[in-house]
Every structure is written in structure tokens, then in C-alpha cells.
């Protein structure tokens, strides 16, 4: 494992960051990871609810890591599953626009799936703007 400056780590070692995404969050990583080569040690897993809890309890049985990032439902639904500090980043409403358009291009048919409850303010806008939109909210893996 490559040697932090002294005093910047566990015992001198870079901290090791998983980010867990099934979505544009990996670009961001991509694009992001280069600047903290030298601060810590990022690896991106692309996987989802269920894939993703099984895959990060097989690692953590001979892998470290200091900290979990996830997005979305998917950060959501690992919270609580996975016995390690999670940072859960909170997509903006403009990440959800963008998904929206990508997923347009894509097909006239489109969704917006939650985790637990469905956005108040999304149906709003939504009908404001005559959007056909499917909005559900889940809660288990059954549900999503």
C-alpha cells in the first residue's frame, strides 16, 4: 500500500475511499480522482443495491477500507447494510434534469425510482410543466 506523508493516515498508509455507483457518479470520479492520488486511494465499484452489499461484504472480509461513497437510492440502500462509514451524496436537481434529458434521448418512456418516499417537488414540477414522468418510491430490493 503506498506510504502517506507522515501523520496523514492510519499508521502513515493513504486512506482507501470505495465509491459504489451504478451511475454518472463513476465520470465524476474519474474526472475527480487524479487531484487526490497522492491524499488517498479511490476505487470505484460498479455495482448496485444487493450486487453491491454482497460484492462489499465479500471484499471487507480481506480488504480495508476507511470510508464508502454512494449516490442516490443506491447509497441509500446500502446505509445500514454495510458495516462501514458511508458519505452519502445527495444528487441536485439539476443532476436530475440531466438524467431526465439522457433518458429521454433514450426512450419517450421514463421514471424517477426512490428510495422509501416519492419527491413532493418533482410531481410539482411535473405537472407544472405537463411531464409524463413515472415517479415510484421503494423500499426493498423486491420493490426497486
Known amino acids: 500500500m503506498p506510504l502517506n506523508r507522515p501523520g496523514s493516515g492510519v499508521d ?6 470505495w465509491v459504489v455507483t451504478v451511475s454518472r457518479l463513476s465520470r465524476l470520479v474519474h474526472d475527480v480522482t487524479p487531484e487526490f492520488d497522492e ?6 465499484i460498479h455495482l448496485g443495491f444487493e450486487d453491491a452489499a454482497k460484492e ?6 480481506t480488504e480495508h477500507c476507511d470510508v464508502l461513497v454512494a449516490a442516490g437510492s443506491n447509497g441509500a440502500y446500502l ?4 458495516q ?3 458519505v452519502l451524496i445527495r444528487p441536485s436537481g ?9 433518458a429521454r434521448r ?14 413532493p417537488a418533482f410531481a410539482e414540477f411535473q405537472n407544472s410543466f405537463k411531464l409524463k414522468i413515472e415517479q415510484r418510491a421503494f423500499v426493498t430490493e423486491e420493490d426497486a
Open 39 to 44: 491524499r488517498a486511494r479511490i476505487e470505484t
Open 12 to 17: 502513515g498508509r493513504l486512506p482507501v475511499i
Open 79 to 82: 446505509k445500514g447494510r454495510i
Open 94 to 102: 439539476f443532476d436530475l434534469m440531466q438524467a431526465l434529458s439522457s
Open 56 to 61: 462489499l461484504r465479500r471484499r471487507l472480509q
Open 84 to 86: 462501514k462509514p458511508l
Open 106 to 119: 433514450v426512450s419517450p418512456s421514463i421514471g424517477v425510482i426512490t428510495h422509501q418516499t416519492e419527491l
